[in-house]
């Protein structure tokens, strides 16, 4: 029985090695599950292998789900580049050995999952088996793929220039009054005599407050126009009244109320 020996590593993670052994008969889906064993990667629905040159140029390609492909390629009958679309095969109903066309063929298998990897792959060995064991299998592991759920969490805050750093406000706490403390209170009992003595005296004091106020200026001014208007004039009676004033039609004619008056005459400069 023959059997295909491939080389794998990590384009990505350098040190990381596989060797899987399988049969040449065997599909490229068998491939794909014991590399996803081996690497130890998640459920996936897109993966890929794509045969390569020797220099790893994708050439043909071999899909795990069926997906269509724009393709442009030259027309001779119509002279001119035109597109196509196309079905790459599957890996399901693809065997190894259909497309193994060198020695030393080399591959490349790209993993789209939660995590993203791609492989280098290699034919390195052909050799007939002599036992009876089950492949594909992987007969040789060198270091492991790091998983996103084992990379560290950035914090954002920590990682922040200085402008873009959140400062925090730290607000001094207050320690609240020990239960101890506030049970003291719940002990004292009012004095009604107490409290009345306290009221009687607080009432004698807003008494004697009220009695020594001292008269604001706007009152002295006040009480001292009653004695000394400016405004009052020679001949001016003190019973007279503003009703007096007012009303020039109690007096009988003019010239009573022009006599009556007469104390009134003044220059204008006495007004200034």
Request: hydrophobic share 30%; aromatic share 10%; net charge negative.
């Amino acid at each position: 029985m023959l059997i295909y020996r491939f080389r794998i590593t990590c384009e990505e993670h350098d040190g990381w090695l596989r060797e899987i052994e399988i049969q040449p008969n065997q599909t490229f889906l068998d491939f794909h599950h014991i590399l996803m064993e081996s690497a130890e990667l998640m459920h996936c629905e897109r993966a890929f292998f794509f045969m390569t040159d020797k220099k790893y140029k994708k050439d043909k390609e071999i899909t795990l789900k069926t997906e269509q492909r724009q393709l442009r390629k030259y027309d001779d009958d119509l002279d001119r580049v035109v597109t196509d679309f196309v079905t790459p095969p599957l890996m399901k109903v693809s065997k190894i050995k259909h497309f193994i066309e060198d020695p030393h063929q080399k591959m490349i298998y790209e993993f789209n999952g939660r995590d993203h990897f791609s492989f280098h792959i290699e034919l390195f060995k052909i050799f007939q088996s002599e036992g009876y064991l089950s492949y594909p299998r992987c007969i040789k592991r060198i270091a492991e793929l790091p998983k996103k759920t084992d990379q560290p969490v950035v914090n954002p805050i920590a990682s922040a220039t200085p402008k873009e750093t959140i400062q925090k406000i730290t607000v001094p706490k207050i320690p609240l009054p020990k239960m101890e403390e506030l049970a003291k209170f719940e002990d004292i009992v009012e004095d009604d005599h107490e409290l009345a003595a306290i009221e009687d005296e607080l009432g004698s004091l807003i008494e004697s407050v009220e009695e020594d106020e001292p008269v604001s200026e706007s009152q002295e001014s006040a009480v001292a126009g009653e004695g000394d208007d400016d405004f009052s004039f020679h001949g001016q009676s003190e019973t007279d009244d503003d009703e007096n004033l007012e009303h020039i039609e109690d007096y009988e004619d003019i010239e009573s109320l022009d006599k009556r008056l007469s104390g009134y005459d003044r220059d204008s400069d006495d007004y200034e």
